[in-house]
């Protein structure tokens, strides 16, 4: 394996430079030294220093191979605009920017989200201008600080008019929003990464939503006392929709006990994969309350449905497409993933004017992300191709959907995703998915249940407390009482909280 070393001296920021490093290389191995001001090295050698001469602070980055000097960089603290005065996230960004720069030159990439690694980045735009910075100084900071390139810039403002509505102090933390996870799946797909299981038997489904109800039930009584008034309902997976009506009617009940559903602007329901959805099965999700479904194509390339194990053709995508129109759902979702194995620039072209024959009312596109390391087969030198490719395919979906009247509404980024690119939701005007917005950019208490469940708890200022629940069946279904009882925690018992 490729390894490179750094050196790093007047800082140890080594997880900052070793996320910059993943942006160019996902299959370089690294080790940090700490050191004076020499090195011997026969390899690939990154020096980093950190000085501060009292006045400003000067970083500079050398990338050296078998001690000689491929390239250098220098930036100095006076040439930093951040959207916050942060001394420690100065120095860091500091240290990534020298470090970025002769990445850049090394791999000859120019990553569109310069040196940003997050997931939320428009959360970025909303920070600098809750601390009171204008349009203009937050677009210099993405430009000059962050090294964000101009088109992807243009994008986050766009996404930001449309999330604007929804960023209200006063009202986001009044508000929560429920999620329930149904870890189980018809067949794997190659590609993902969520936990779920396949083949599950009825009664082992049964015995999970029996702990499942039990977590709603004593989530929704915990969110009433604190006085949170539900704003949306997510069921999803997994894939939600192998379940039947019967299991569907548990969950729901229990909901129903608390909530008329009429009354919940969002109630979301994952039933993803068309090979588990019948018309009964659509007639009865919408008569229990269900008024958003997502219908996933992910292709409608044939031979790649194949490939990755989706066990559907592109035709039953359309079929039960057409019929959850038919059923009355007439808001509806579909996923799309970029950079799937084989594809070129025509298959996601074609994928993407079929579904939007379809007219579904928000799509959302992935950029394939890498789930294990061991499957990150590629070289260096393929990155640029990746970023090349990728960009092709977000060009042509981008120009697609805008041609079509959908708008961009909310976007994240993720590791190890294909061309260090994002994930995006396209929608038709004014049927953008509350939850979506809420979540990426951590506008709303999340109080999530099931497996592998993550919830977020907003306190009184602003801060998000996450709360991740057990990934493992047999340790979600034993200890509840104790996910349950760290939820009551975090809810009620600081002085801080909501
Ligand atoms: C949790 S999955 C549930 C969707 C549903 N079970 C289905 O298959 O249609 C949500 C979405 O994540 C996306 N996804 C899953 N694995 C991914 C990966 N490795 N890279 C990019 N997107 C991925 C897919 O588009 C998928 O529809
Ligand atoms: S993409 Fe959907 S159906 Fe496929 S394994 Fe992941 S969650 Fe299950």
Not at 335 to 363: F, Q, S
Not at 371 to 379: F, N, P, W, Y
Request: with cysteine.
């Amino acid at each position: 394996m490729k390894m490179l070393t750094f050196y790093f001296s007047g800082h140890n920021f080594e997880y900052e430079a070793r996320n910059d490093l993943r942006i160019f290389d996902l299959n370089i191995g690294y080790e940090v030294k700490l050191s004076g001001k020499s090195y011997n090295d026969t390899g690939l050698a990154m020096v980093s220093v950190l000085n501060d001469d009292g006045n400003s602070l000067v970083s500079t980055a050398c990338l050296y191979l078998k001690d000689q000097l491929l390239f250098r960089a220098k930036y100095e603290s006076d040439e930093i605009f951040l959207e916050s005065a942060d001394s420690k996230r100065l120095k860091k960004i500091l240290v990534v920017k020298s470090i970025h720069s002769v990445l850049k030159r090394y791999y000859g990439v120019n990553p569109e989200y310069g040196i940003l690694t997050g997931v939320r980045v428009v959360k970025i735009l909303i920070t600098a201008l809750k601390h009171g910075k204008t349009k203009k100084e937050t677009t210099k900071i993405l430009k000059d600080t962050y090294e964000v390139l101009p088109e992807k810039i243009d994008l986050l403002w766009e996404v930001l008019d449309i999330e604007r509505k929804y960023v209200n102090e006063e009202e986001n933390k009044q508000n929560y929003n429920l999620y329930a996870g149904i870890p189980f799946c018809p067949s794997k797909c190659s590609y993902c990464s969520f936990t779920s299981y396949t083949g599950a038997k009825e009664a082992k489904i049964d015995k999970y939503i029996d702990v499942l109800v039990y977590e709603i039930e004593e989530t929704i009584k915990m969110a009433l006392r604190r006085g949170l008034k539900l704003h949306t309902l997510y069921i999803g997976g997994g894939t939600p929709s192998v379940l039947n009506e019967r299991q569907i009617s548990v969950i729901f009940d229990c909901i129903k006990k608390y909530y008329d559903l009429a009354e919940i602007k969002e109630v979301m329901f994952e039933a993803g994969r068309p090979d588990t959805l019948t018309e009964e099965k659509l007639m009865f999700l919408k008569e229990i309350g269900v008024n958003r479904i997502s219908i996933n194509p992910q292709t409608m390339n044939e031979r790649t449905l194949e490939t990755v194990g989706r066990k559907h053709s592109s035709k039953d995508i359309v079929n039960k497409y057409n019929l959850a129109r038919k059923t009355g759902f007439d808001w509806i979702n579909t996923d799309i993933i970029l950079g799937l194995p084989g594809e070129d620039e025509a298959d996601v072209n074609y994928t993407i004017r079929e579904i939007i024959k379809l007219r579904p009312e928000n799509i959302t596109v992935h950029s394939l992300a890498y789930k294990a390391k061991s499957e990150l087969t590629r070289q260096s030198e393929e990155l640029r191709k990746d970023y090349d490719l990728i960009r092709k395919m977000y060009e042509t979906v981008k120009k697609e959907c805008i041609g079509s009247g959908y708008i961009p509404y909310y976007m994240y980024r993720q590791k190890n995703i294909k061309g260090n690119s994002e994930n995006i939701g396209y929608t038709l005007p004014e049927m953008e998915s509350l939850y979506n917005i809420v979540i990426i950019e951590e506008l709303e208490t999340i109080l999530a249940c099931g497996l592998g469940a993550s919830s977020k708890i907003m306190k009184q200022d602003g801060r998000h407390v996450p709360i991740r629940n057990f990934k493992s069946l047999e340790e979600y279904e034993g200890r509840i009482k104790e996910i349950l009882q760290n939820k009551k925690r975090l809810l009620f018992d600081e002085k801080e909280i909501i």
